[in-house]
T-cell receptor, first 115, second 114 residues
Framework: KNQVEQSPQSLIILEGKNCTLQ??????????LRWYKQDTGRGPVSLTI?????NTKSNGRYTATLDADTKQSSLHITASQLSDSASYIC??????????????FGKGTKLSVIP | NAGVTQTPKFQVLKTGQSMTLQCAQD?????MYWYRQDPGMGLRLIYY???????DKGEVPNGYNVSRLNKREFSLRLESAAPSQTSVYFC?????????????FGAGSRLTVL
């Protein structure tokens, strides 16, 4: 069964500090991995998309890494801001052919940035 | 661009009542989805529609029905609501871009069944 595990479940950091969120997956066959940011009361918004051949991708202060061998991804947030407070969801897509995709969602990491 | 629009944003139902959640997208996407999100759990797929005229069950379809009215609209119906269906519901649509299926989510509909 495809699974996506995220850690930590929740995290509190001081404004200006860096943090790293982890995502481990057992999804096959792997197609791509995405990180979403979900603000409270809103729908998830895509931050990064990574395919098998990509190791690192940045989007402003967000940097995602992917190790397809160990099936691990991380999302690093640099110089955190209060607006980074949100849940961060890791989503892995498997492609089973004939245009058929399956998305497996992690439970998310709830990040709180405090002044 | 409105993206994905869901209505209503909030709804309270009594057990046994029925209701329909509406979803519309203006991005000309072929695929649309309904998810539910519960505390401590990841988003779970209820139903999806790969293209206009087709619908398929997802991970948790029991108690729900869907209609892909046209390319823009995908509705979710609860025929006889149960307290277990208290949740936040998200509609999404997707396009295939740069080798990946990119989902755009609506803002969510919070449903409480008493």
């Amino acid at each position: 069964k495809n699974q996506v595990e995220q850690s930590p479940q929740s995290l509190i950091i001081l404004e200006g500090k860096n943090c790293t969120l982890q995502c481990n997956y057992t999804v096959s066959p792997f197609s791509n991995l995405r990180w979403y940011k979900q603000d409270t009361g809103r729908g998830p918004v895509s931050l990064t998309i990574m395919t098998f051949s990509e190791n690192t991708k940045s989007n402003g202060r967000y940097t995602a890494t992917l190790d397809a061998d160990t099936k691990q991804s991380s999302l690093h947030i640099t110089a955190s801001q209060l607006s980074d407070s949100a849940s961060y969801i890791c989503v892995v897509t498997s492609y089973s052919g004939a245009g058929s995709y399956q998305l497996t969602f992690g439970k998310g990491t709830k990040l709180s940035v405090i002044p | 661009n409105a993206g994905v629009t869901q209505t209503p944003k909030f709804q309270v139902l009594k057990t046994g009542q029925s209701m329909t959640l509406q979803c519309a997208q203006d991005m000309n996407h072929n695929s649309m989805y309904w998810y539910r999100q519960d505390p401590g759990m990841g988003l779970r797929l209820i139903y999806y529609s790969a293209s206009e005229g087709t619908t398929d069950k997802g991970e948790v379809p029991n108690g729900y029905n869907v209609s892909r009215l046209n390319k823009r609209e995908f509705s979710l119906r609860l025929e006889s609501a149960a307290p277990s269906q208290t949740s936040v519901y998200f509609c999404a649509s997707s396009e295939f871009r740069s080798g990946a299926n990119v989902l755009t989510f609506g803002a969510g509909s919070r449903l409480t069944v008493l």
